[in-house]
């Protein structure tokens, strides 16, 4: 069966410091896979996406970048952290293919910018 | 660009009453997802509907697709405890060939023992 692992669960991190999160899917080849962010009590904002290595697509204009380096690791960065950048952070995959099938979310990281 | 509205934002229910949501698109959609958000969790896929008045049900818990695709509701019944969170719709647009899922904002359900 396929699984899917984000880390870490929680994250504190100060302004201005940079960002790396990770997210790795087993049981499954070449997945769509996807970054969300979720405000509190609010829905859920597509970030990045990818259809395959090395082939990333950008939903909205921030100081953050994804990358792909291998089949089944997504990983989220940022070189410098805005107080903005808070909030819950969700990795998903889906099966390859028509932008249809159900996607299947990691537990997310909440990351906090003091 | 294409949207989805959910209603309502919040609803609050007496443990056995009735519950139901609407999702209302802008445009036609190709298909449409519903998912449940537990407090503190992540989204997780409850169903797909693609045919046009399409209905589809889990134990106490009713999807339908409008005839003209453009909007969905969930309904359940007796609600109890278990199924407090957020409940979100996302449906995929037919524009274009970059379809990706429309994401409505939920609405978050409490449901008093």
């Known amino acids: 069966s396929q699984t899917i692992h984000q880390w870490p669960a929680t994250l504190v991190q100060p302004v201005g410091s940079p960002l790396s999160l990770e997210c790795t899917v087993e049981g499954t080849s070449n997945p769509n896979l996807y970054w969300y962010r979720q405000a509190a009590g609010r829905g859920l904002q597509l970030l990045f996406y990818?259809?395959?290595?090395?082939?990333i697509s950008s939903e909205v204009p921030q100081n953050l970048s994804a990358s792909r380096p291998q089949d089944r690791q997504f990983i989220l960065s940022s070189k410098k952290l805005l107080l903005s950048d808070s909030g819950f952070y969700l990795c998903?995959?889906?099966?390859?293919?028509?932008?249809?099938?159900?996607?299947?979310f990691g537990d997310g990281t909440r990351l906090s910018i003091l | 660009g294409q949207q989805v509205m959910q209603i309502p934002q919040y609803q609050h229910v007496q443990e056995g009453e009735d519950f139901t949501t609407y999702c209302n698109s802008s445009t036609t959609l190709s298909n449409i997802q519903w998912y449940k958000q537990r407090p503190g969790g992540h989204p997780v896929f409850l169903i797909q509907?693609?045919?046009s008045g399409e209905v589809k049900k889990q134990k106490r818990l009713t999807f339908q697709f409008g005839e003209a695709k453009k909007n969905s509701s969930l309904h359940i019944t007796a609600t109890q405890t278990t199924d407090v969170g957020t409940y979100f719709c996302?449906?995929?647009?037919?524009?274009?060939?970059?379809?990706?899922?429309?994401w409505g904002l939920g609405t978050s359900l409490g449901v008093n023992p």
């Open positions: 996302a449906g995929l647009g037919n524009a274009g060939n970059n379809r990706k899922l429309i």
């Open positions: 998903a995959w889906s099966v390859p293919g028509p932008y249809n099938q159900p996607q299947h």
């Open positions: 990818s259809v395959g290595i090395g082939q």
């Open positions: 509907l693609v045919k």
